[in-house]
C-alpha cells in the first residue's frame, strides 16, 4: 500500500496547484470536476493503513506530504476569502432588495426590526 502514497500525493499536488491557479486567475474551472478529483486522491489516501511508521517512508514522501499539507491550507485559505466575498455580495444585494420594497413607511432598519421582533403567530 505504502508504495501508492507517493504517486497518490503527486496527484494530489496537482490538482491543489491547478485549483489554487484557477481561483488566483479568476477562471471559469470545473469546479465540480476538481473537487471530484480531488475527494478521490484524499479517499485513496485515507484507506492507507494509518499505523505506518515513520521510519517506512522516504524523505521524498515526507517531504511530499509536507508540501501537500502547506497547499491544502494555501487553497482552504483562498477558498474562505471567496466565500467571504460572496457572502458580502449576498448582504449587499439583500439591502437592495429590502431599499427596492421599501414603500416609506418605515425605513428599511425599522422594517428588519419590526419583523424580528414580532410574535410568532401560531
Do not use: N
Not at 10 to 20: C, G, V, W
Amino acid at each position: 500500500m505504502i508504495q501508492h502514497l507517493q504517486p497518490t500525493l503527486t496527484r494530489l499536488e496537482d490538482i491543489l496547484d491547478t485549483s489554487m491557479a484557477s481561483m488566483a486567475a479568476r477562471e471559469g474551472a470545473d469546479h465540480g470536476a476538481i473537487t471530484s478529483a480531488k475527494g478521490r486522491a484524499l479517499l485513496a489516501l485515507s484507506r492507507l493503513p494509518q499505523s505506518i511508521p515513520q521510519d517506512a517512508l522516504s524523505e521524498d514522501v515526507v517531504a511530499a506530504l509536507a508540501r501537500v499539507r502547506e497547499k491544502l491550507a494555501a487553497e482552504q485559505r483562498m477558498l474562505k476569502q471567496r466565500l467571504d466575498a460572496s457572502e458580502l455580495v449576498v448582504s449587499l444585494i439583500g439591502e437592495a432588495v429590502q431599499l427596492s420594497d421599501w414603500d416609506g413607511t418605515y425605513g428599511p432598519d425599522q422594517l428588519s426590526r419590526l419583523v424580528r421582533t414580532a410574535p410568532a403567530t401560531p
